[in-house]
């Protein structure tokens, strides 16, 4: 069975450019999450999407944004690049109602912004 | 505050050496809490989760503790591997009526010949 699959693996970017990060969950399901991690730092949660739709959402600013599609893999879109939007972008899967399970990751985007 | 805080940072240990490593958490309602290994530039993988109720739990050479009275666990490795250099994360689950958890810092274990 595949796992979560992530693209692309490396994205370097230019200050103020638009990157678009692309996650596919493990077949059957439905909830996706999106983190960011720095540099020797822990995963911040960034994005919930279940079903289709926006479920909860971490502090970030509004250029980070997302979609889920029907077929529940999803996009992660980060606008006006900055410098410190450098870090591995993770995303993880589950099963749809099943609070408290473990999260299956992707082995995450690398986003370089120069 | 939620919050979930790990130590050491990190730690170097001999290959066959043993180590433990501490999770702190402060959050509530708790739901479980889950002891994730994150090798370098790959996703985490879960190691072991503990509920309320669980006070140890063993995965091969992982032997994971909970005192939920202190919320306080713990994670020990016997017998280092090489294999076993990782990022370690503490992850505590809420229990609400909608799905959060909350990532600990981690701490980074080196393991050397």
């Known amino acids: 069975e595949a796992g979560v699959t992530q693209s692309p693996t490396h994205l370097i970017k230019t200050r103020g450019q638009q990157a678009t990060l692309r996650c596919s969950p493990i077949?059957?399901?439905?909830?996706v999450y999106w983190y960011q991690q720095a540099l020797g730092l822990g995963l911040q949660f960034l994005l919930w999407?279940?079903?289709?739709?926006?479920?909860n959402r971490g502090n970030f600013p509004p250029r980070f944004s997302g979609r889920q599609f029907p077929n529940y893999s999803s996009e992660l879109n980060v606008n006006a690049l900055e410098l410190e939007d450098s870090a591995l972008y993770l995303c993880?899967?589950?099963?749809?109602?099943?609070?408290?399970?473990?999260?299956?990751f992707g082995s995450g985007t690398q986003l370089s912004v120069l | 505050k939620n919050q979930v805080e790990q130590s050491p940072q990190s730690l170097i240990i001999l290959e066959g050496k043993n180590c433990t490593l501490q999770?702190?958490?402060?959050?509530?309602?708790?739901?479980?809490l889950r002891w994730y290994k994150q090798d370098t530039g790959r996703g985490p993988v879960s190691l072991t989760i503990?509920?309320?109720?669980?006070n140890t739990k063993s995965n091969g050479r992982y032997t994971a503790t909970l005192d939920a009275d202190t919320k306080q666990s713990s994670l020990h490795i016997t017998a280092s591997q090489l294999s076993d250099s990782a990022s370690y994360i503490c992850?505590?689950?809420?229990?609400?009526?909608?799905?959060?958890?909350?990532f600990g810092p981690g701490t980074s274990l080196s393991v050397i010949p």
């Open positions: 993880a899967s589950r099963p749809t109602g099943t609070v408290g399970e473990k999260l299956f």
């Open positions: 077949s059957g399901h439905t909830s």
């Open positions: 999407y279940d079903e289709g739709e926006e479920r």
């Open positions: 999770c702190n958490y402060t959050v509530s309602p708790f739901s479980n």
């Open positions: 503990m509920t309320f109720s669980e």
């Open positions: 992850v505590v689950s809420f229990k609400t009526s909608y799905d959060k958890v909350i």
